[in-house]
Structures are given as structure tokens and as C-alpha cells.
């Protein structure tokens, strides 16, 4: 369960591997996992703490190594998962067989258990060697091939080197102190009445770590039937694997067995203690753990101040958001280049009638914003909506100039059946605000103009329109292309537009027929 996420990872390395984002990614955020954690299991007392740091940074590693990418290793990424699911479930049963025996989990009280149970102490001894690398264990086949992975990464192969093998030495030390030190030493007195467990309880994890010596020396075992596959589906690649236990006198092999050495020294000096422990606990300010909990709070209280501000239930202010956004989004495609050419001697003569159309919308406009009458200015909006229609008849679209007029007569009433119901006239909003609002209004309405006329400088295909001139009577029936087009070709669009429009009208018809009485809880 705890490896789903690298399962997902290796499983988009196909698709996602090879570019820098995720590389370069994987690489800092699984090494800084992969360190931090083998520190930190170093100062744990309780053996589940140890076991559990070490599986982050033993989770840390397969990131890390499925972001350095090459078929190295990721070959070593297949051989590592089932190199660490063997000694490290052999060592979580060992450590449940403990705290069931003994009642205890602190390491730094628990010694000579190998003498009441000496099938688990065996156990431990072969997992703790296995999660340390030690030759004829598959621990050790797959630490060479780490180091081998790394040492030729490029540019950086030996810093990668140096981290992978910082912290293969620390794993060494705590697999150490939960698979050996438990068992060695003499047993203290409060743990001589400890029983030997039931054969049901060691033999498990004895055969876990009989399988990491078993595939350690032969290796060919799993080479085809474990390890293949899983590479082929990680790099995406049909290339053969040889899986050998020794690879010669190299420079790999030395940094394995240094790593051996330096993490069987500070095994002997390092001892886990309380008071170790608890001097970490002063950089629980910078712990990734604190880190992400604040993190999440600061997000959770900069969505509830944005939820407020963007959620404020005022239509003006989500009006303004949404025209201030697009024309952010407009502003920023025009300034990165606008293609419009305009062939005057293309364009039609300017009648006197449409002059003086022009003119009254423009006054009428105007006198809309300026007038402190709410009649007035509704007033004045509807001789623009009226305009706009003889517009659409100067330019043969009588259907047009019929639907805006409805629409406008309509809009008009009824701000007129409103006006009755609210109170009088006031003007709440600031010098400020309303020159902020013009400032946008004027924007828009350029970008408006500017996205119009670009419109005409795009290819446009016009076989759609003949298609629905020449067909319109002779399919649909009908000689009005547009209401063809709108009850029949798009008639499914028509009939679910209609049904929103009915249901918004059936909410609203609710809310004023909604009569709620104080005295009653709702």
C-alpha cells in the first residue's frame, strides 16, 4: 500500500520521463526524502519509528531513482522493491513478535531476546543484513546497482553518488538497531520471564529473509520472472536484463563496501536515546510535518478570504470580476499581436439614417450613465436597444431586429414593474469606484471592437451557411433559414436552453412566493 504512489509514478515514466520538469523533480524531492528520513530514524527509540523513517526514505530512494531515469535505474527501482519488501516486512512481523512477547518497543531497553527466541533472532539477523547490503543478499544486488546507477549519471553522478550512499549508511544503522540490537547482549531481568513464540509467529519472516538470501546468490531466479517485467513496463523498453551477484573489482564495489563499514561503525558508537530524541523535537518548526500543516492552514485561510471575496453575494461585483478577468485574458492576447487591415474603399457609404442612429445611441448612452434617474436611464437604454433594431433592418435582418425588439420592450417593462419595489435613489458607490468601473467599461468595449473587426481578418467557411440556405425549405420545410436553424438543425439546443430558462423562472417564481415566518425556526 505505502509504494501506490510510486507504483503511479513509475507507471507515468513512459509518458512523463526523460524531461527535465519531471526528472529534475523527482531527483530533489525524492533525495531530500530519502536523507532526511534516514536521519531521522537514527534518533527514534520506539522500533516501529525506526522502521517506519526508514520506509520513507526507502520510499524516498525509489523516487529518486525513478527520477534519475536512466535504464539503470530504473532496473534498480524493480530490483529495490522487492529487495525492501522482504527485509522490511520480515522486520515489521519481527518487531510485532517483540511487542506481543515483551510489551515493549524501545530500543534502547530491549537486549538479549535472542536467548528466548532464537528462531526471530535469526530472522532479524538476515533482514537486518539484507536492508544493509551485505554480499549474498539481494539487499546487496541491488545497493551495486543503485551506485552504479548514480556514479554515471552525467554532470552530477558523483553528488548524486554521495547522497544515495549517505543514505544507504544510515539504513544500514537502523536496520541494524531493529533486526540485531534487540537480540544481542544479555538479557535483563525484566525480560527473562519473555516466552518463545509460536512457530505460526517466526516462521514467516524467516522466510522472508530465507528469499533475500535465496535471490541474493541466485539471482537468475527472479532475473525473467520479477525483474524483467517490471523494468519493460517502468522504461517502456524490450531490453534484455542480466541479473549477476558479482560484478568485479570496481569503484561501485568499493563504495559498497565503504558504505558497510563507516554504517557498522556508528552502529557501535551510535546509541538511540530518549534525550536524542527529544533534542530533534527543537526543529519541529522546520519539519516537513509543520511545514505541510501550516501550509494547509495558510491555504485554508486564504481560500476562506478569497471565498469571501469572490463569493460576497453583491451581482456587481461578480459582474466586475468576470469582465475584469477577460479583459485581462483579451488584453494580454492583443498585446502579443493583433492582424486587422481595414479595406476602406471595401466598406459601404454611411447613410444619413444611420448617422442619425448612431448619434441618438451615443446621447442616449451617455444620458443612461449621467442622469440620476433610475426611469430616465431605463428610459435611455431602451432607445438603444430600439436603435440597435433599425440597425438590424438597415442591413436586411428583419428576424433580428423583431427578436431585439422584444427583448428590449420586455426588459424595459419590467425594470419599469421593478422600480415600484425598491426604495429611492441613492448613490452609495465613491468617485473612485465610478471611474474604476468606467475605466474597465471603456476597456472592454475596446478589446470588444478590436475582437470583432480581427473576426473579419480570419478564414471563414462558408459552405456551412449554403448548406443550410440551400437546404433549410427542402429538408426542414421551413423558408426562414434562421428559425430552421434554431428549432430544427440545433433543435436539441433550443428545447435545453428553453428548459433552463423554465426552471431559472420557477426558482424565481418561488422565491417571491416564499413567505417565511420569524417566530418559526426554518
Known amino acids: 500500500m505505502v509504494k501506490a504512489g510510486i507504483f503511479l509514478l513509475a507507471k507515468m515514466t513512459p509518458l512523463l520521463g526523460g524531461t527535465p520538469a519531471w526528472n529534475h523533480t523527482l531527483m530533489i524531492v525524492g533525495g531530500i526524502t530519502m536523507v532526511y528520513a534516514a536521519i531521522h530514524s537514527l534518533f527514534r527509540v520506539d522500533l516501529k519509528g525506526i522502521l517506519a523513517y526508514s520506509t520513507i526514505s526507502a520510499l524516498g530512494i525509489l523516487v529518486f531513482l525513478i527520477g534519475v531515469g536512466t535504464e539503470k535505474a530504473l532496473l534498480a527501482v524493480g530490483i529495490f522493491i522487492l529487495t525492501h519488501a522482504l527485509y522490511k516486512a520480515a522486520l515489521f512481523l519481527i518487531t510485532g513478535i517483540i511487542d506481543y512477547q515483551t510489551g515493549s518497543r524501545d530500543v534502547s ?3 538479549g531476546l535472542q536467548h528466548v527466541m532464537k528462531p526471530v533472532a535469526i530472522a532479524g539477523f538476515i533482514a537486518a543484513l539484507s536492508s544493509a547490503g551485505f554480499p549474498l543478499f539481494l539487499g546487496f ?34 536496520g541494524f538497531w531493529a533486526g540485531i540490537s534487540p537480540f544481542t547482549g544479555e538479557l535483563p531481568e525484566n525480560l527473562k520471564a519473555t516466552k518463545k513464540p509460536s512457530p505460526i509467529l517466526w516462521v514467516p519472516p524467516l522466510l522472508l529473509g530465507v528469499g533475500s538470501v535465496l535471490f541474493g546468490v541466485f539471482p537468475a531466479l527472479i532475473e525473467q520472472s520479477l525483474i524483467q517485467p517490471v523494468f519493460a513496463n517502468i522504461s517502456g523498453l524490450d531490453t534484455s536484463i542480466y541479473l549477476a551477484l558479482w560484478h568485479g573489482f570496481n569503484t561501485v564495489l568499493l563504495l559498497s563496501i565503504l558504505t558497510l563499514i563507516i554504517g557498522t561503525a556508528i552502529y557501535f558508537q551510535w546509541k538511540p536515546s530518549e534525550g536524542k530524541f527529544a533534542r530533534t523535537l527543537r526543529f519541529e518548526k522546520i519539519s516537513p510535518q509543520t511545514l505541510l500543516e501550516g501550509f494547509a492552514v495558510g491555504f485554508h485561510t486564504f481560500a476562506g478570504v478569497w471565498t469571501r471575496a469572490v463569493q460576497n453575494g ?4 461578480y459582474v466586475l470580476s468576470i469582465l475584469a478577468f477577460l479583459t485581462v485574458i483579451m488584453g494580454y492576447r492583443f498585446y502579443e499581436g493583433v492582424s486587422i487591415y481595414l479595406d476602406w474603399n471595401q466598406l459601404s457609404e454611411i447613410t444619413p439614417s444611420e448617422v442619425i442612429v448612431v448619434t441618438l445611441m451615443v446621447i442616449s448612452i451617455i444620458f443612461a ?25 438597415f442591413y436586411s435582418a428583419p428576424d433580428l431586429a423583431m427578436t431585439q425588439f422584444s427583448i428590449d420592450t420586455l426588459t424595459v417593462l419590467l425594470f419599469m414593474l421593478v422600480l415600484f419595489k425598491l426604495p429611492k435613489n441613492k448613490i452609495f458607490s465613491s468617485k473612485r469606484i465610478r471611474i474604476r468601473d468606467a475605466v474597465l467599461s471603456v476597456l472592454f468595449g475596446l478589446l470588444i ?20 440556405a440551400d437546404n433549410a425549405y427542402l429538408l426542414a420545410k421551413g423558408r426562414n433559414v434562421v428559425n430552421v436553424i434554431l428549432v430544427d438543425y440545433r433543435g436539441m439546443d433550443t428545447l ?15 422565491l417571491i412566493k416564499l413567505n417565511l415566518n420569524p417566530s418559526k425556526e426554518q
Do not use: H, W
Not at 496 to 510: D, Q, R, W, Y
Open 496 to 510: 435545453v436552453e428553453t428548459t433552463v430558462l423554465i426552471i431559472a423562472a420557477i426558482g424565481v417564481f418561488s
Open 449 to 468: 471592437a478590436i475582437l470583432t473587426l480581427e473576426v473579419f481578418e480570419e478564414p471563414s467557411v462558408t459552405d456551412i451557411s449554403k448548406y443550410y
Open 141 to 174: 544486488l541491488s545497493k551495486e546497482i543503485m551506485y552504479e546507477a548514480t556514479f554515471k549519471y552525467a554532470e552530477i553522478g558523483i553528488l548524486l553518488t554521495a547522497a544515495i550512499v549517505l543514505t544507504k549508511i544510515f539504513l544500514l544503522v537502523a
Open 314 to 317: 453583491y451581482l456587481r461585483n
Open 369 to 393: 450613465i449621467v442622469s440620476t434617474s433610475r426611469t430616465a436611464s431605463i428610459v435611455a437604454l431602451g432607445v438603444v436597444g430600439f436603435a440597435n433594431c433599425l440597425f438590424f433592418l
Open 109 to 111: 531497553q530491549l537486549k
